[in-house]
Every structure is written in structure tokens, then in C-alpha cells.
């Protein structure tokens, strides 16, 4: 923040490495351009955000990257990405190892098991001296 209450942020997205925005009101004001140049170069894979159920029915969250061009009902060679912590998670942003990999004909599962942060204390706790038990 800087005096008189103007604010820039940095923002990023699953298809776009983080930039730096002005906050104008509710609107956003681009500042800087520094992935301009790489991304005009580069073809990115969408990132889809996914959930499943535990064994216990705990909803899971996570993201999958599958391959460029990929094929409807093809399998690909899949990495299962794991974040360190546990407390910890893959959020909805730029991942630039999940697009090399998909770049090289890899899908990428990456999700937010129990004992990651962002779904409550309680989703955060649920490995608590118990680590590698439950999805």
C-alpha cells in the first residue's frame, strides 16, 4: 500500500504467470507486462480444477493438467504431484513445473489432501499424529 491508500497487487492465474496490478475501485489496472514475450511463444494447458471423495466421503479438492492436444478417452502417463507441509496447497495459479510436464506429454493430478491449509481448521487437523492414513 502507498500513501494515500493506493494499492498494486500481484496476480497470477493458472494460465498466467503473476504480473503486478493496480487496484483502481473494483477494477485492476495492469503495471507491469514481464511475461508478455514468454507467453507469446508458448502454448499453455488449461487447468482444471477437480474434486473426488475420501473413503469416508471427505470432498478433496485439487487440479488436473492433462497434455497438450490431448486426445478425449486417451491415457497419458500421469505424474501425482504432492505438496510438502502438510500444511500447505496447490492453488488456483501459475504452476510452470505442471505446464513443462504437460508440455512433455505428462497429465498432472495435483491435490489438496487432508492436513492441507485454505478448507478449515478442521480438513487441516485431520492427519494430526496420524500422517499417511487418509486421502
Known amino acids: 500500500m502507498a500513501p494515500g491508500g493506493r494499492l498494486a497487487v500481484l496476480l497470477a492465474s493458472p494460465g498466467r504467470p503473476g504480473e503486478v496490478y493496480a487496484v483502481e475501485g473494483t477494477s485492476l489496472r495492469n503495471l507491469s507486462r514481464q511475461n508478455d514475450s514468454l507467453l507469446a511463444g508458448l502454448r499453455l494447458a488449461p487447468v482444471e ?24 478417452g486417451r491415457s497419458y502417463p500421469t505424474v501425482l504431484r504432492i505438496h510438502g507441509g502438510p500444511v500447505s496447497q496447490f492453488e488456483n495459479s501459475f504452476d510452470f ?34 500422517w499417511g492414513n487418509r486421502f
Open 97 to 130: 513445473f505442471w505446464q513443462l510436464l504437460a508440455a512433455r506429454g505428462y497429465a498432472v493430478v495435483a491435490m489438496n489432501p487432508r492436513g492441507s491449509s485454505g478448507r478449515g481448521e478442521q480438513y487441516a487437523r485431520a492427519i494430526w499424529a496420524d
Open 49 to 72: 480444477e477437480i474434486a473426488t471423495r475420501g473413503r469416508d466421503g471427505t470432498e478433496v479438492h485439487g487440479f488436473l493438467v492433462r497434455p497438450l492436444d490431448a486426445a478425449p
